[in-house]
């Protein structure tokens, strides 16, 4: 079974900084997406950013981006210029992929509540 | 608004007592999902639907627990003689499956269940 972890429980930042989340996971699959979610306080949960376990180039999402080490099974995720409308809980996220997406579910980590100060 | 809309918002219940939520998703979506999260936890997978077809269930979701999407539409998930460890967060997510589509899962706000 394929597992997330998140280790970070809290994170801090100072408003225009840069703050790196971490996230390990564990499959035994070779095609799969990962994803990072933010869940705003009482608001609902959004995409920030995908990856595709196929495409060896980082995504980016304007002040978003990861760094997907497929071998280490590692994906963080890097906010740089940090704003206040940033802090959340962030979730990073796995799911199968298979040929006719017969498996659709996201299994979630514990997530991240990251802080920003101004 | 045409985003995934979740009812009630709140639920707050006796232990023993049955309750329905529902979810209503984007309206072209065919697949529709349900999570639960807890407190301090990431949400945890329960089901899913293709259209009217439920495809998958998880484990966590025992026989006080149903789900239905009549017709591929809206769906309601009906827990049964509720206990206090029902209390949690209860989120639906729908998504576009399609050979052209990414499937990207877009979620509603989540109904909060407290079980007294």
């Known amino acids: 079974a394929q597992t997330v972890t998140q280790s970070q429980p809290e994170m801090s930042v100072q408003e225009a900084e840069t703050v790196t989340l971490s996230c390990t996971y564990d499959?035994?699959?070779?095609?799969?997406?990962l994803f990072w979610y933010k869940q705003p306080p009482s608001r609902q949960m959004i995409l920030v950013i995908r990856?595709?376990?196929?495409?060896?180039q980082n995504a980016t999402e304007n002040r978003f981006s990861v760094n997907f080490q497929k071998a280490a099974k590692s994906f963080s995720l890097k906010i740089s210029d940090s704003q206040l409308g940033d802090a959340a809980m962030y979730f990073c996220?796995?799911?199968?992929?298979?040929?006719?997406?017969?498996?659709?579910?996201?299994?979630f980590g514990t997530g991240t509540l990251l802080a920003v100060q101004p | 608004d045409t985003g995934v809309s979740q009812n009630p918002r709140h639920k707050i219940t006796k232990r023993g007592q049955n309750v329905t939520f529902r979810c209503d998703p984007i309206?072209?979506?065919?697949?529709l999902y349900w999570y639960r999260q807890t407190l301090g936890q990431g949400p945890e997978f329960l089901t899913y639907?293709?259209?009217?077809?439920?495809?998958?269930k998880s484990r966590l979701l025992s026989d006080r627990f149903s789900a239905e999407r009549p017709k591929g539409s809206f769906s309601t998930l009906e827990i049964q003689r509720t206990e206090q460890g029902d209390s949690a967060m209860y989120l639906c997510?729908?998504?576009?499956?399609?050979?052209?589509?990414?499937?990207?899962?877009?979620f509603g706000p989540g109904t909060r269940l407290t079980v007294l």
């Open positions: 997510a729908s998504s576009l499956a399609g050979q052209r589509s990414y499937n990207e899962q877009f």
């Open positions: 499959t035994s699959e070779s095609d799969y997406y």
């Open positions: 990856q595709e376990a196929y495409k060896q």
């Open positions: 996220a796995y799911r199968s992929w298979k040929y006719g997406g017969a498996t659709n579910k996201l299994i």
């Open positions: 309206s072209e979506h065919n697949r």
């Open positions: 639907f293709q259209n009217e077809a439920q495809l998958e």
